[in-house]
């Protein structure tokens, strides 16, 4: 079983409306957690990075939050443009120097 | 900067050929990985090398081979493909070891590889 499950699978936006991504991982303990993002044909690409210390981190228009305590961690993306149309990964680094990677979101922005 | 390279882009193989893919990095870096995605699941560790000269198996390194040519270059071999080794292989590299201290993680373009 999977130790990162993200939500939902897939969504479709209309441009410049917000959006929230889910991440709920069982990995423990863990060091950070990490948001990528992945365009159709190419390799992801780090958005966020946090440790377990750090509650909230954002890069632009991307905002990451993270509780430790319940496991789970959210991505927000304020005001979408037609070039976040992609599939975000949430990634946790845990024990014995291991990456967990989700499945991730796939998000459509509509103009 | 080119980053993380990878040849080829896509490629065809029949059950029981061979084929070598290739990765080069242009940063300097000491780490470099081998991950393959497959539909509906995360990104899957086959194998790494944590610095030249090194490599080790991650989760699913059964059916591939790799090596560490020189501090830019690993490759991953497919000695006999099969169907189940359909998938995109991302290859990826760090200044360090990933998980050891976090440093930021730079992938390639990925390969399409279909086996028949």
């Known amino acids: 079983k999977n130790q990162v499950e993200q939500s939902p699978q897939s969504l479709i936006i209309l441009e410049g409306k917000n959006c929230t991504l889910q991440?709920?991982?069982?990995?423990?303990?863990?060091?950070?957690l990490r948001w990528y993002k992945q365009d159709t044909g190419r390799g992801p690409v780090s958005l966020t990075i946090?440790?377990?210390?750090?509650n909230t981190k954002s890069n632009g228009r991307y905002t990451a939050t993270l509780d430790a305590d319940t496991k789970q961690s959210s991505l927000h993306i304020t005001a979408s443009q037609l070039s976040d149309s992609a599939s975000y990964i949430c990634v946790v680094s845990g024990p014995d120097y291991k990456l967990s990677f989700g499945a991730g979101t796939t998000v459509t922005v509509r103009a | 900067n080119a980053g993380v390279t990878q040849t080829p882009k896509f490629q065809v193989l029949k059950t029981g050929q061979s084929m070598t893919l290739q990765c080069a990095q242009d940063?300097?870096?000491?780490?470099m990985y081998w991950y393959r995605q497959d539909p509906g699941m995360g990104l899957r560790l086959i194998y790494y090398s944590a610095s030249e000269g090194t490599t080790d198996k991650g989760e699913v390194p059964n059916g591939y081979n790799v090596s560490r040519l020189n501090k830019r270059e690993f490759s991953l071999r497919l000695e006999s493909a099969a169907p189940s080794q359909t998938s995109v292989y991302f290859c990826?590299?760090?200044?360090?070891?990933?998980?050891?201290?976090?440093?930021?993680?730079?992938f390639g373009p990925g390969t399409r590889l279909t086996v028949l």
């Open positions: 990826a590299s760090t200044r360090k070891l990933d998980w050891e201290t976090y440093n930021e993680q730079f």
């Open positions: 946090m440790t377990f210390s750090e």
């Open positions: 991440c709920n991982y069982t990995v423990s303990p863990f060091s950070n």
């Open positions: 940063m300097n870096h000491n780490s």
